[in-house]
């Protein structure tokens, strides 16, 4: 990367900050300031007998496990990487815990170019969550509970006590700046859903099973790592296929993920002479919102009118982002009257929940276009056509209009 390059990025990412909102800003600035505060702190720990092959171990394998990371859910990346600094808080003094976090992320940074704040946001994380776990560890061991004795009941339960104590803290923290930056509740980020908790308690887990068997019988280090592999697997295929189909911004389906259900739909309609609707709805002047308000308020509008048709939609309504600004709904069983309704429905919620800026509120307007099946259809492209050019008409009528082709 050029200089230029590098100073244009740089002023980039401190736009991105500047548009975060003020609460997600100081809640950075604390927990860098944690961070980086009980980092400096454990510098001051008599280190005392250090394992350096573990050490060396841990790091590098740590680093390889964050590399191969997989995008989720609600903003977050999945990887093992989490198994090894667990381990690391029980076999290593804190200042090499803090070492192997960051040579944990510092490859994946420089692979994957994300902002200095997210980046920084998880070494903090990390190194906060891997001193908690050092902590409880520290705490047993001066009450004679130690794992260096053997492989005892307490000398595991004391270490799975620690493991516990480092997923807390990071899902608290991760959850919390979601919260505060994306907007996500606790729930949608799936941090403290039974799947996500045992998937991450399942890796704590593997991170003890590695620092005993670093400590008392190396040998089985691969067979007791091996089971890493097949997480990571579990949770990235399923993942890619779920992006291929869906939308990253607004977790919708995309015009790919859309495309079959929507034609199954429309067969089974024609074929049981039952009722169809679709409304194909354009959100008005989203270039003009990033222009006048920034990319990151553009892509809230975004979120905003998918948590609208969330929230008015059935379980089995079809949603999808379209195209840039463009979003069609599949109503299965639905006449025009109640296809029109549910479009009023979303404009009137939108409307009663104005996005909030650092430079002032504005209510996402969308127009709508409606179209339901008629009993000579020959395919639904003619359908989604007849509300596309519906919702155009409503653009040219006016914007945040309604109008519906029957």
């Not at 908690?132 to 047993?140: E, I, N």
């Not at 089971?227 to 911004?249: C, S, Y």
Request: glycine share 10%.
């Amino acid at each position: 990367m050029t200089a230029g390059a590098y100073a244009a990025r740089l002023r980039y990412e401190r736009e991105i900050v500047a548009q975060l909102p003020d609460q997600a800003r100081g809640f950075l600035g604390l927990v860098l300031l944690a961070g980086g505060a009980t980092a400096a702190a454990s510098a001051f720990e008599a280190p005392g007998h250090v394992r350096w092959v573990d050490f060396a171990v841990l790091a590098v394998s740590g680093a390889l496990a964050q590399i191969f990371a997989t995008q989720i859910v609600a903003s977050q990346v999945f990887h093992t990487g989490l198994a090894f600094t667990v381990a690391a808080a029980l076999v290593l003094p804190p200042q090499l815990v803090v070492v192997v976090v960051v040579c944990q992320h510092l490859p994946e940074w420089a692979r994957q170019r994300y902002p200095w704040y997210i980046q920084s946001f998880n070494i903090a994380n990390f190194i906060l969550g891997g001193l908690a776990a050092w902590a409880v560890r520290d705490a047993f061991a001066n009450h004679g509970i130690g794992l260096i004795q053997g492989i005892g009941a307490s000398g595991v339960a004391a270490a799975l006590c620690a493991g516990a104590a480092f997923v807390l803290v990071n899902h608290l923290l991760l959850a919390r700046m979601l919260g505060l930056a994306r907007g996500h509740g606790v729930a949608e980020t799936g941090l403290f859903s039974l799947d996500g908790v045992v998937t991450d308690a399942a890796l704590a887990g593997t991170g003890v099973g590695i620092a005993f068997a670093l400590l008392h019988e190396p040998t089985l280090l691969a067979a007791v790592a091996l089971p890493l592999i097949l997480i990571q697997r579990a949770v990235a295929v399923p993942t890619l296929r779920e992006q291929a189909t869906r939308d990253h911004k607004t977790g919708l389906l995309n015009s790919r993920g859309v495309d079959q259900p929507a034609r199954s739909e429309f067969a089974r309609a024609r074929r049981l002479g039952r009722s169809m609707s679709v409304l194909l709805c354009d959100i008005d002047d989203l270039r003009g919102i990033n222009n006048r308000y920034g990319h990151l308020e553009g892509d809230e509008a975004l979120v905003a009118v998918s948590s609208a048709f969330r929230a008015e939609l059935r379980p089995y309504d079809l949603c999808a982002r379209f195209g840039g600004d463009e979003f069609l709904v599949v109503l299965p069983e639905t006449e025009e009257a109640d296809a029109v309704a549910v479009g009023a429905r979303i404009q009137k919620r939108l409307a009663a929940n104005p996005l909030d800026t650092r430079h002032g509120t504005f209510a996402v307007g969308v127009s709508i276009g409606a179209a339901s099946l008629r009993p000579d259809e020959p395919q639904i492209g003619n359908l989604i056509a007849r509300a596309d050019a519906a919702m155009y008409v409503a653009k040219r009528t006016g914007r945040t209009s309604f109008l519906t082709v029957g």
